[in-house]
């Protein structure tokens, strides 16, 4: 199949996205879980309170608090990007019904028009 540039309102291809987009933010809050579980063994691994100690423990508290940050600023971004798409897919349900329902209208007040020969239009 060629990819195509052109927009397409599939509500189940939305849907289908959304639990891939929610399937990756999940593995992003697991990923900073495991990298926090598997830290936690080194503290303490730069000594107690000499002046290495305090200056390595500080950088590497630091560096391990930045990474834990930097997956769930992941996590919570993916988590909007879901939200986008629910709304997308929000409105495009409500556009297709509002759609249908003034088709089904139109079908409705249309019925019967020029049935029996009776049109007043150019014959």
Known sequence: MVA?????ADPG???AAIGEIEAIAAQSLAMVGEFTDGIASYAGW???DDEYAIEA???????VLGVTQTGQAIADAV????????????????????AQENIDAAVTATHGIGAGGEG???H
Do not use: K, M, P
């Open 13 to 15: 291809r939305i849907e």
């Open 120 to 122: 007043g239009g150019r």
């Open 46 to 48: 730069e000594g107690v």
């Open 4 to 8: 195509s540039e052109a927009y397409e």
């Open 57 to 63: 423990g500080g950088q590497f508290s630091l560096s």
């Open 79 to 98: 988590g909007s990007i879901v939200n986008g798409r629910l709304l997308e897919l929000r409105e495009i349900t409500s556009t297709q019904g509002f």
